[in-house]
C-alpha cells in the first residue's frame, strides 16, 4: 500500500486528514516537518499531507521556511474543518479538570472555552502527543484538546465536545509529493511559487503587477530573510491560476523582469472549499 506521511502522533489532525481525503494509502506518523519531507524525498512515502495555515491560528510559519529548498512539489490542497474536544481519562467530569494541555495552534483556538471554566493551558508538542500522556497518566484534573481520533485511539472520553472558538475553525493542508504533476489546463488550479526579486527601487511592487493586469488573484504572499540580510529579498507566492494559461504566462514574464530567480513548486486543483468561495 502506497503511504501518506505526517508530522506529530498517531491521531493529530494531519493523520485525521490524511484518513479523511486519502483513505487508500496507509498513514504514517513523523517526528518532525523535516522528517515527513525527508521521506517523500527518499521514497518512503509517496505522499505529505502538510497543515499550512488556518482562519484562527495564522500561518504554519516552520513550513514556508522549509517550502523553498525542500526539494518536493505541491499537487494538491485540502482544508479541513477543525473540531476540538476536550478529552479526559475514564470517569473525569468536565469539574475535575484543572489544566489543559494541548500544541501551542490548538490552545489558541479554545481560548474562550478554557477562559469560560477557568482551566489553565499548558503548551505541549503536539495534540495527540498530549492526549496519548494523559491516557498514560491517568491525572482526572489534567485534559488534552485534541481531536476525536485522538479520543478512539488513546481510550479518553470526550467531556466537551466541539468547543473551537470560532465555527469557521478550518485548516488548510497542502500536499507533497517528490515528482511535479499538474492538472489539465481546465482544471480550476492554484500555482505556488519562490522568487527572489532583483535589488531596485519598487522592485516587489513592480514584480506583482503582472498579477494584477493578468485578472489572477494572489491569495498568499510570504517574505524570508535570506543570506543573513534582513532585507526581505525571498517570497513564496499563490495564485488562483493555471501554470499553462495566457494570463499566467503573461504574469510571470513580468514576473521575472524584476526577480532574479523563481522556482515553481507546483500547480494543483483547488479545493472545493476555495471553489466554492470564489
Known amino acids: 500500500m502506497s503511504k501518506i506521511v505526517y508530522q506529530g502522533e498517531p491521531g493529530a489532525y494531519s493523520h485525521l486528514a490524511c484518513a479523511q481525503f486519502y483513505s487508500e494509502y496507509e498513514p504514517v506518523a513523523c517526528q518532525s516537518f523535516e522528517k515527513a519531507f525527508e521521506a517523500v524525498r527518499s521514497g518512503a512515502a509517496q505522499l505529505a499531507m502538510i497543515p499550512v495555515e488556518n482562519t484562527v491560528a495564522g500561518r504554519v510559519s516552520d513550513i514556508y521556511h522549509l517550502l ?18 476536550f478529552l479526559g481519562v475514564r470517569g473525569a467530569v468536565l469539574s475535575d479538570i484543572r489544566t489543559a494541555r494541548s500544541h501551542h495552534m490548538a490552545l489558541g483556538q479554545v481560548r474562550k472555552f478554557l477562559t469560560t471554566h477557568d ?15 494523559i491516557s498514560e497518566n491517568e491525572d482526572k484534573t489534567v485534559a488534552a484538546v485534541a481531536s476525536s481520533l485522538a479520543a478512539e485511539i488513546y481510550g479518553l472520553d470526550i ?4 468547543i473551537e472558538d ?3 475553525n478550518t485548516t488548510r493542508f497542502i500536499v507533497l509529493a517528490d515528482t511535479l504533476v499538474v492538472p489539465a489546463i481546465d482544471v480550476p488550479s492554484v500555482s505556488s511559487f519562490v522568487f527572489h526579486v532583483r535589488s531596485v527601487p519598487s522592485a516587489l511592487y513592480k514584480a506583482l503587477g503582472g498579477f494584477a493586469s493578468n485578472g489572477l488573484n494572489l491569495t498568499k504572499l510570504e517574505s524570508y530573510m535570506v543570506g543573513g540580510s534582513f532585507k526581505a529579498a525571498q517570497f513564496y507566492a499563490d495564485v488562483e491560476g493555471h501554470i499553462d494559461s495566457p494570463a499566467m504566462k503573461n504574469a510571470l514574464e513580468e514576473l521575472a523582469f524584476f526577480s532574479e530567480k523563481i522556482t515553481h513548486l507546483g500547480t494543483y486543483p483547488m ?6 468561495q470564489a
Open 119 to 133: 482551566i489553565n493551558a499548558v503548551v505541549d508538542v503536539d495534540t495527540a502527543g498530549a492526549a496519548r500522556k
Open 166 to 168: 470560532a465555527d469557521h
Open 68 to 85: 523553498p529548498d525542500g526539494g518536493l512539489h505541491i499537487v494538491g490542497e485540502r482544508y479541513l474543518p477543525v473540531h476540538h474536544q
Open 271 to 276: 479545493d472545493d472549499v476555495r471553489l466554492s
Open 159 to 162: 467531556l466537551a465536545a466541539n
